[in-house]
């Protein structure tokens, strides 16, 4: 299992890496990342929960995120509505409300655990904004995300056995056909 713990975290490396390199993202901005466990290690999603997998993808995200001062959003699981847990930094940044509830493994999900007990000042939110995300195994991020969504095809298309969806969001245009649009935004 070891291996294959290495390999995911590579490939979640791999994918976060790529994502940010697409998105151009500014510190302080955020990162969704709904991430099925038991998607990765060959299951059905929510039932057959990975801690080793979820903290596996986490090793391999979450110093990336940190290194451009990007903060991580930890969808949690339909049992929690699909909260996240975001730093309190976060929270107080976008000024989101909390939650009263701490993620398990079977009830928020190994990934959403495993953010609470990584994160210096865990909070639980109900929803956010986000400025880009990683779907792993079919988790429906883009509730969490800014309109408009633009899908971001990365060189994976899985980790582990999950599939691997993305995106990046961009400001909406307005104005119709005689507006002009800054390029970078597109």
């Not at 290690?41 to 995200?61: M, N, P």
């Not at 451009?68 to 909260?83: K, S």
Request: glycine fraction near 12%; hydrophobic fraction near 45%; include cysteine.
């Amino acid at each position: 299992m070891g291996f294959i713990l290495q390999e995911i975290q590579a490939q979640a490396a791999q994918a976060a890496g790529e994502l940010l390199d697409a998105a151009g993202l500014r510190p302080g901005d955020i990162v969704v990342v709904g991430c099925s466990s038991s998607e990765i290690v060959g299951g059905r999603i929510g039932k057959a929960s990975s801690l080793e997998a979820a903290q596996a993808v986490f090793a391999g995200v979450y110093p990336l995120l940190e290194e451009r001062g990007l903060f991580l959003a930890a969808q949690c699981c339909e049992h929690l509505n699909r909260a996240l847990v975001v730093e309190a930094d976060c929270a107080e940044k976008y000024g989101y409300d909390p939650v009263s509830v701490r993620p398990q493994p079977k009830a928020g999900g190994s990934f959403a655990a495993t953010a609470w007990d990584s994160f210096r000042r865990p909070q639980a939110v109900e929803q956010i904004r986000a400025h880009a995300g990683l779907d792993i195994g079919g988790t429906l991020i883009g509730m969490h995300l800014r309109p408009v969504a633009v899908p971001v095809r990365l060189r994976l298309d899985h980790i582990g056995q999950a599939i691997l969806l993305c995106a990046r969001t961009r400001p909406k245009f307005i104005g119709g056909g005689r507006a002009c649009y800054e390029e970078e935004k597109r």
